[in-house]
Nanobody
Framework: QVQLVESGGGLVQAGGSLRLSCAAS????????MGWFRQAPGKEREFVAA??????NYADSVKGRFTISRDNAKNTASLQMNSLKPEDTAVYYC?????????????????WGQGTQVTVSS
């Protein structure tokens, strides 16, 4: 089992920045690919970014604005979000996958956090 806890969400104006963190406990963190997804009201959960050790993958909508990273020594994954837009408003979820690849599908992930709200005002 892997337990994931997100933090860092909040309210920010368009053009601003936020940094989300995901703290992992349980199994060996470095054995898992990590991903970030988001879900806006009335919409399906969508892929944002994923990371293995050195490989990353991003949704087209966030490329150049968001950066995913991980610190295996601290069992954390992070998502730096810059140039935020109102359409980035959603609940953001951290996820861990036993399939060590930069997975972009929700079914490829085995463990999920509870989510953290990000609201971008115009």
């Amino acid at each position: 089992q892997v337990q994931l806890v997100e933090s860092g969400g909040g309210l920010v104006q368009a053009g601003g920045s936020l940094r989300l963190s995901c703290a992992a406990s349980g199994r060996t963190f470095s054995n898992y690919a990590m991903g970030w997804f988001r879900q806006a009201p009335g919409k399906e959960r969508e892929f944002v970014a994923a990371i293995t050790w050195t490989s990353t993958n991003y949704a087209d909508s966030v490329k150049g604005r968001f950066t995913i990273s991980r610190d295996n020594a601290k069992n954390t994954a992070s998502l730096q979000m810059n140039s935020l837009k109102p359409e980035d408003t959603a609940v953001y979820y951290c996820a861990a996958s036993r399939t060590f690849y930069t997975n972009s599908k929700t079914y490829e992930y085995d463990y999920w956090g509870q989510g953290t709200q990000v609201t971008v005002s115009s």
